[in-house]
């Protein structure tokens, strides 16, 4: 019997829906779905994947899709939790069309098996993202009350801030709501601006959804079990708690999480005071590394966090519990890494201080993070005056002498000052920071954007890349910012990189069409085809859709050479680094030898070698 994906299409203008069914086979998930549909409407798409409500942990992703209002191309940005809810609305997938007139609450609500119950309703924002918590939590708190007695189970409400309003990149925000009550443990959609796209392209400041209606999820755990012996020699729970530890509690580096973990092995790769560190001896990053990192901000996190054990999830039963909390602070690795020491932070009292501040105005927190740093060391080298920028200060952003607790929290304060500019266009960020960044170089000099790590497509777009030093995360792939690319640490030559980032590109795409959170990704890459065969019988043909839909995406690639200087500086000062570990590989020496010589001319051939790489391997017909 054929199965379907159904598709909820709202048309925020008038409130007009209707429903659509779509073959399973002719499509699989939301987001080779999510691609059909936004390039036939434009219209930005929010659903779950098949295994939604199922036994499988991590399967429960609610995956946004559209085109990105910051990045400017095709997108796909995804947040926990949310959308084992979103499953009991009894569809796949809501595709928003068309614009309210004024800012509104997008209203969804399904009893039993009755018809969805669609309202969209006025919100003002002006004065609800301006009272009691403010911004994402204070309209959160508004929805919440105004409908939670519409609901005979908890629903889940998505939320806009401020930022997307100002700026082409705000998130999409979350909590889950437990024992009756909002929770502080929120997730986001951050990546991709699609909180500005909500909003600015749609009038949609806010979505409620929720309702009582059961469908067929697949729960039979013995079945599953007998599924992952075969492959594994271990049933699911089993595997499941082996490949999280990180996320979890890893014994080997006595913390966990993203932010426990990858601080606990950084060492010489710290970035930090906006990429500075890149360029200092490596001795001098171990030892800020141990003095700023170790003995202060990771130990203060393994103190209060770890050994506490302050962590939980992100709205589905799930062993990794990767949610670490301080109180009603969620600690992750790149926000507290961008607003923390790329932005000359290393307390975890001026972080929280910083993020929290960031969160409440709904940013994407990495990209806040990225433009918080580069326009602080703008400040620091006279490139850009206090008055420039709409604040009063200067921050703080040198090792030497750096008083750990006291100048955190002064860059913490100034990097709030910073955001509050965004907010009123004293900073104007409405086109993006990289047109902001362009423009001001033409009047105050190029040292502006050749110190902002950014990748650029097509005209507009940008993106601060994820947090590791590697070549990987500039490389020039459709969609950045994200993972799928290679950022392991290890050299590859650039043609290679190429390749091996379009493998990552699929293998990604294989758990996002299915929503699966990628920390589980170490067997639901495999095995999530192996779930299609059994349940549907088109493991072959979901294969090649996947392909087919990382070909189409690298069809609209407008990736475009790094125009600044500091992204130079970043993988030269990666081969640098890796010669120095004592790395023997000609083609390393040949890279070096070309960086030293002509470093312009070696970023250019290395930049296009990763496209050559990236081409050849994502063509469709290979």
Partial sequence: MDSYLKVLFVNASDAFYRTKKYKVGDFFGPVDLGLHLAGRYKSLNIGTGLLAGSIFPGSNRLIFSGFSPCWGGFYISSMGGAGLVFDNLGINMVSVLGKAPTPSVLYLNRVHGEEIEVEIEPVDLNRVWYE????????MDWVFEKYRTRYETEPRILVTGPASKSTDFGGIASVPIKKGGLSYVDTWAGRGGFGSALLQEHGIAAIVYGGTFLDEDFRDRKVADEWFENKYAKKLAAKDLEITTKYRYDPNFNTGGTFGVNYATMANKLLAFNYQSINWPNEKRLKVHEDFITNHYLKQFNEETIITKQQSNCGEPCAAVCKKMKGEFKKDYEPYQTMGPLSGIFDQRAAEKLNHYADMLGFDAISAGGVIAWLMECLDKHFLNPEDIGVSEKPVFKAEGFDVVNDSMHNARLGCA???????????????????????????????????????????????????????????????????????????PPRELGRMNAKRLIGELVIDNLGFCRFHRQWAEEMGPEIIQALYGLKDRFIESVRHTASRINGRNSSVFWESERNFELVYSFLVRKKEQGIVNKELDNWLIRFETDKMQASLDFWYEM????????????
């Avoid at 009691?132 to 309209?139: P, T």
């Avoid at 496209?611 to 290979?622: T, Y």
């Fill in 132 to 139: 009691g918590r403010q911004g994402i939590y204070s309209l």
């Fill in 611 to 622: 496209h050559k790489g990236i081409h050849e391997s994502l063509r469709e017909f290979n």
């Fill in 418 to 492: 910073i955001l509050d500019s965004i907010i009123s266009l004293k900073i104007d960020l409405h086109e993006g920071a990289r047109k902001y960044a362009r423009r001001t170089s033409r009047i105050k000099g190029n040292n502006i954007i050749n110190s902002f790590v950014f990748s650029a497509y097509a005209r507009k777009g940008w993106m601060v890349p994820n947090q590791y030093w590697t070549p990987g995360v500039l490389s020039p792939m459709a969609i950045m910012g994200k993972y799928y690319m290679y950022y392991g640490d290890d050299f590859i």
